[in-house]
């Protein structure tokens, strides 16, 4: 019995080798591309000393390339925002590795207008042209992985504040 897992194989493991894919040495889905932010956020050696805040600008650092993707680290004081935006043809993966940041979605995104608080271990997938705001609303800095597949090439802004955006400003 294995103490580490509650996995356990019933049956004869050689009869399911057809289902015993070898590792890919790249992540090419969406569940590959969770899993390897979820792999580099435990791994707090790995990213933890690059970590620089800047109050002038939002800090960022390309933690990692591979055929097809990238994995940027970023940091946000209280009070930093990315704007309302999209990533172009990229699809994302957001990871909250410290502190707490908020997405707020264009009200004329397909469910409307919504609120996400995404507390450390959050992680958020974004399609191709999907078009939000990140914030770091809290009064302590946070700390975030994005995974861009393909590559960002462009991250396009636009003016119009959501209204989840609006209605947070109303409620100040
Ligand atoms: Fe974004």
Do not use: K
């Not at 800047?54 to 650092?61: K, N, V």
């Amino acid at each position: 019995m294995n103490s580490d897992s509650d996995l356990q194989i019933a049956g004869d493991i050689l009869e399911v080798l057809h289902l015993l894919q070898p590792e890919r040495e790249h992540p090419s889905t969406v569940a590959d591309f969770t899993r390897l932010a979820r792999t580099i956020a435990a791994d707090r050696p790995r990213w933890e000393h690059l970590v620089r805040y800047d109050a002038t600008t939002r800090w960022y650092h390309r933690l990692l390339t591979g055929p097809g993707y990238e994995v940027w680290l970023l940091s946000w004081l209280p009070g930093q925002t990315t704007g309302l935006h999209h990533h172009g043809p990229s699809s994302g993966v957001l990871t909250v590795l410290d502190g707490t940041l908020t997405e707020r979605n264009a009200p004329s995104g397909p469910s409307g207008p919504s609120r996400r608080v995404l507390e450390p271990g959050a992680q958020r997938v974004f399609a191709p042209q999907h078009l939000h705001e990140i914030v770091n609303d809290s009064l302590e800095p946070a700390v975030s992985l994005h995974v861009y597949f393909p590559g960002l090439t462009e991250m396009p802004m636009h003016t119009s504040a959501p209204a989840a955006v609006a209605v947070a400003r109303a409620d100040a």
